[in-house]
């Protein structure tokens, strides 16, 4: 049920993203830097769906792919594959949630850390958290 809900959402983002006679504007992405016209109209017809979970997927692909302009390195579909069927979506998109009322730069901010963990894994930016925060020396 999930898979077709975020489905549907995902492809009427898609069909906004075939009308060119739109003014896109977006806060999340710089739709500026965005090479493809289908795909400045699908990211911000989707952060205006659906925003917390564009800042999910977002936060991800910045992480996945080392680099703030991500978006032309993926395409449409591999938003859609990711946001429908990822386990990583779901535990992102839950503690997104969860931590949603805490600041960013909060210690306990669960999604945050776990992106941040991400990020130094795969792109070697920003630093572990400390071992004692999970008890270990």
Same mark, same amino acid.
């Given at each position: 049920?999930?898979?077709?809900?975020v489905?549907?959402?995902?492809?009427?983002?898609? =069909?906004?993203?075939?009308? !060119?006679a /739109? $003014?896109?504007?977006?806060?999340?992405?710089?739709? @500026? #830097?965005?090479?493809?016209e +289908?795909?400045?109209?699908?990211l911000?017809?989707?952060?205006n769906? =659906?925003?917390?979970?564009? !800042?999910? /997927? $977002?936060?991800?692909?910045?992480a996945k792919?080392? @680099? #703030?302009?991500?978006?032309n +390195?993926?395409?449409?579909?591999?938003?859609?594959?990711?946001?429908?069927?990822s386990?990583?979506?779901?535990?992102?998109?839950?503690l997104?949630?969860l931590?949603?009322?805490? #600041?960013?730069?909060?210690?306990?901010n669960?999604?945050?850390?776990?992106?941040n963990?991400y990020?130094?894994?795969?792109?070697?930016?920003?630093?572990?958290p400390?071992?004692?925060?999970?008890?270990?020396k």
């Open positions: 049920m999930k898979k077709i809900i489905g549907t959402l995902i492809s009427g983002c898609m =069909l906004l993203a075939s009308d !060119k /739109v $003014k896109f504007e977006s806060k999340l992405f710089d739709l @500026n #830097k965005v090479k493809s +289908e795909m400045r109209g699908f911000a017809g989707f952060e769906l =659906l925003p917390s979970a564009a !800042k999910v /997927v $977002k936060d991800y692909y910045e792919t080392c @680099n #703030k302009e991500f978006y +390195e993926i395409t449409m579909y591999d938003v859609q594959e990711f946001a429908s069927s386990p990583t979506y779901g535990v992102l998109i839950a997104s949630t931590n949603s009322d805490k #600041k960013e730069d909060a210690r306990d669960g999604y945050n850390e776990l992106i963990t990020n130094f894994v795969n792109c070697g930016k920003g630093a572990l400390s071992p004692e925060r999970y008890g270990l």
